[in-house]
């Protein structure tokens, strides 16, 4: 069995420092030159048609694509990492309060009959830590609840949301954070 070096991840890690009394990772430091979630955070290319919905200090919000399910979001962790037991307490601390944000903005937003959150970072090229956020519709197919909604990603360019709707959807919900406009980089 493969053991990943986590060499690269551990150093970046343990180069946080303070910042206006705030400890604060150096992203850049921890970007892996092979992994998708990695690229697309530095725009090399962006995974989503949208703007990035929230960029906080350890982690961004973004939208899911391609996807059939226009509200499908993704919370990124800002630098490389690829369990969850790598996470630092200001990171979990964080997550938290995303967490709780994106839920309220999605659920304001459509309306969902419920949110589903998942973690799994196992597809190849994803394996940086992301959490899923998916509204769950209150006509939802049963066979796309729970897990089932994943089918929902396994979608080809052209048999997923009009990329115009997924823009204007995270143009919306960017106003849904507070201090959104102080967060982007």
Known sequence: MDVPDNRM???AHDEAHALDGHLRVKVAASVSSECLSCLG???NP???PGPPIYVG???QVEHAYPSKLVGWL???LRRHAIALHELSSEEFAEFGSVLEMTI???HGALGPAKEYAACYAEARGFE???F???PRAQDMPEELMGAGSFDLLRVSRSEAADPAAVHAFCTLLQKAYPDAAARFV
């Open 9 to 11: 991840q551990r150093s």
């Open 41 to 43: 955070l530095a725009g």
């Open 46 to 48: 962006r995974i989503s």
């Open 57 to 59: 200090t350890y982690w």
């Open 74 to 76: 993704v919370i990124v």
């Open 104 to 106: 309220r903005a999605v």
């Open 128 to 130: 940086h830590i992301h």
């Open 132 to 134: 899923h956020v998916v």
